[in-house]
């Protein structure tokens, strides 16, 4: 059983999520700037606090175009969180030059939130987070998370966190939706123990949910741009899930897109759903989608 270490006294509560947030993952790379500014706009206007980027996306042109969006709109800086990420080894050179280029693109002073962008042996090495946690100590960064790690990982680091006295994780990113499950019950109970948020990712699995690769990867669509989503997405299991939705919204008359986004909002335990896409219309498609919560619907759906 995967544990999680004692808790300290006085636990820092982490970063205010809302419950929806903006992927920021098509800026600079599947839409310009002035679509990326209509996006934010939008997502502000209608209450979404959390902006979730990363140095990888588009080789730094998405944290550009949100550094842009925040030099131009200026909002309150207290009242929105910033999410990015830094990719591995996590060496502190590394991570030092990493997050002094996000701040750079950014305009900022400091990241509300950064998150190691995928497990690394390296992400439990004492070297990479004494390093972590002098950048909170110094106001570089206000909290830590990691994103795709399993449970397993996440404990490991935890545990060398708490074992040294440094600043702990306070929020988990993983990919979660109908077709790929990247939350499961035991990393859910440990995030409960640790005083972790869970933010989930891609809730209509970058289009597989929409069925509209069934007949093949669709030309400039994510699976093209990015191939590595096809073998993660075209195996068995999610083609199953895919045809169960497409039955139960044949029967109930609801468009899928509406039952995945729906399934993945009412999810337990979960602190944020992160939205993306390329127009406004895709913010509010969510926003719908959280109207409905039919607990007997959604279990519906999980039957295989």
Known sequence: MITAPSPPLNPDPGPRLSPLGLGCVTFGREIDQ???????????????????????????????????????????????????????????????????????RLGRASLDLLFLHRWDASAETPAALTALDALVRTGKVRALGGSNFTAEQLALVLH??????????????????????????????????????????????AGFLTGKHRAGVQPGSRFELIPGHQPLYFQDAAFRRLARLE???????????????????????????????????QIDQAFAAAALNDPLLLAELEAE
């Not at 910033?82 to 030059?97: D, G, H, Q, R, S």
Request: with cysteine; hydrophobic share 50%; net charge neutral.
């Open 247 to 281: 039955a139960v919204a044949a029967r109930t008359g609801r468009p899928q897109v509406e039952l995945a986004l729906a399934w993945a909002l009412h999810q337990p335990q979960i602190a944020t759903v992160l939205i993306g896409g390329r127009t406004p219309a």
């Open 34 to 104: 002035a679509a990326s500014f209509a996006m934010m706009d939008h997502a502000w206007a209608r209450g979404i606090t959390v902006f979730d980027t990363a140095a990888a996306y588009a080789d730094g042109a998405s944290e550009r175009v949100v550094g842009a969006w925040l030099a131009a709109r200026q909002p309150d800086p207290a009242a929105l969180v910033v999410a990015t990420k830094l990719l591995p080894p996590y060496t502190p050179e590394n991570i030092a030059a990493s997050v002094a280029g996000s701040l750079a």
């Open 160 to 205: 060398q966190q708490h074992a040294l006295g440094l600043t702990p994780l306070r929020v988990l990113q993983n990919n979660h939706n109908l077709a790929i499950r990247g939350v499961d019950t035991e990393l859910k109970q440990l995030c409960a123990a640790a005083g972790i948020a869970i933010m989930t990712f891609s809730p209509l699995g």
